[in-house]
């Protein structure tokens, strides 16, 4: 636990170090590189099938009961997704759908959906 403790105020200090880093015109990142946010991980994308159980056409989401999704280890359940105009147009309560969706900062966004 102390060990853990000690590791998370490490990566706060490096963090807060770049941040700094930022601030400064002109200061050098050479030798840097492997800490740049290069890598910045995109968030993984998952499939799963499901049926529409509501359209929410003003906040742009719409609610899905999907099985379940290993690769985000996901048991099945009715969740929210984010939309946009385009991959809602034609869908309908009811369909049964495949989906890809990204899962980022607690929320899901579809990517592509098809019936
Ligand atoms: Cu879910």
Redesign the pocket.
Known sequence: MKLTHIAVAGALVALSFLARAEDMPGMKMDGMEGMQTKETKQAPVAN?NGTIKAIDAARHTVTIS?GA?PAVQ?PP???AFSVTDDQMAGLSVGDRVSFVFRVEGGS?TIVSIKK
Do not use: Y
Request: no cysteine; glycine share 0%; hydrophobic share 75%.
């Open positions: 799963a999907h999704v996901w359940m009715t969740m899901a």
